[in-house]
C-alpha cells in the first residue's frame, strides 16, 4: 500500500504526543482520506529537513485586492469625508446661532443617530484550505 508524498496539516480536538519530540501537541499531518497521519508540533514543520510546505498554485496570492473592492472602500472612505466635512459646517453654525443651539443640537443629534443601513457583503466566505507539506525521506541522516 503506497501513500503520496502530500499531507495536510490540521488541529485535532486532543492533543497526542509528537512523533520527533514526544511533547504533547495537537497538530496533525494527515493524507487527503486520514488513512495515514502523523502527530508534529509546529516547530518541526518550520524544519527544512523534516517537511517542505507546498505552495498551492491554484490559490490566488492572499495580498491581492480587485479593483471593484478597492474603488468601493475608496467611495466609502470619500462618502465619510464629505459626512464630516458637512457636520463641521453644521457645528461652525450653531456657534455662531446662539439662541438656537439647543434646538440645533437636539435635530443634528436625531440626524446623526438615524442608522445607515450597511451595505451587505455578497462575498462568498472563504473555504477553509489546509496547509500541505511533503515529508523527507531521510529526516535522521545529515
Same mark, same amino acid.
Given at each position: 500500500m503506497s501513500f503520496t508524498n502530500v499531507y495536510y496539516k490540521r488541529t485535532a480536538g486532543t492533543a497526542k504526543s509528537c512523533y520527533v519530540c514526544y511533547r504533547p501537541t495537537p497538530t496533525v499531518l494527515a493524507t487527503i482520506n486520514t488513512v495515514d497521519f502523523i502527530y508534529v508540533c509546529p516547530g518541526h514543520l518550520s524544519d527544512t529537513n523534516f517537511a517542505s510546505r507546498i505552495a498551492d498554485a491554484d490559490a490566488p496570492a492572499k495580498s491581492s485586492v480587485s479593483a471593484e473592492e478597492i474603488a468601493k472602500i475608496k467611495q466609502e472612505w470619500e462618502d465619510k469625508q464629505k459626512k464630516k466635512q458637512e457636520k463641521g459646517k453644521e457645528d461652525g453654525k450653531e456657534k455662531e446661532d446662539g439662541k438656537d443651539k439647543k434646538s440645533? @443640537?437636539? $435635530? $443634528?443629534?436625531?440626524? $446623526?443617530?438615524?442608522?445607515?443601513? @450597511?451595505? @451587505?457583503?455578497?462575498?462568498?466566505?472563504a473555504a477553509p484550505a489546509h496547509e500541505r507539506y511533503s515529508l523527507h525521506r531521510d529526516f535522521y541522516a545529515s
Amino acid at each position: 500500500m503506497s501513500f503520496t508524498n502530500v499531507y495536510y496539516k490540521r488541529t485535532a480536538g486532543t492533543a497526542k504526543s509528537c512523533y520527533v519530540c514526544y511533547r504533547p501537541t495537537p497538530t496533525v499531518l494527515a493524507t487527503i482520506n486520514t488513512v495515514d497521519f502523523i502527530y508534529v508540533c509546529p516547530g518541526h514543520l518550520s524544519d527544512t529537513n523534516f517537511a517542505s510546505r507546498i505552495a498551492d498554485a491554484d490559490a490566488p496570492a492572499k495580498s491581492s485586492v480587485s479593483a471593484e473592492e478597492i474603488a468601493k472602500i475608496k467611495q466609502e472612505w470619500e462618502d465619510k469625508q464629505k459626512k464630516k466635512q458637512e457636520k463641521g459646517k453644521e457645528d461652525g453654525k450653531e456657534k455662531e446661532d446662539g439662541k438656537d443651539k439647543k434646538s440645533d @443640537a437636539g $435635530s $443634528s443629534k436625531e440626524a $446623526s443617530k438615524s442608522p445607515t443601513p @450597511a451595505p @451587505a457583503a455578497s462575498t462568498k466566505p472563504a473555504a477553509p484550505a489546509h496547509e500541505r507539506y511533503s515529508l523527507h525521506r531521510d529526516f535522521y541522516a545529515s
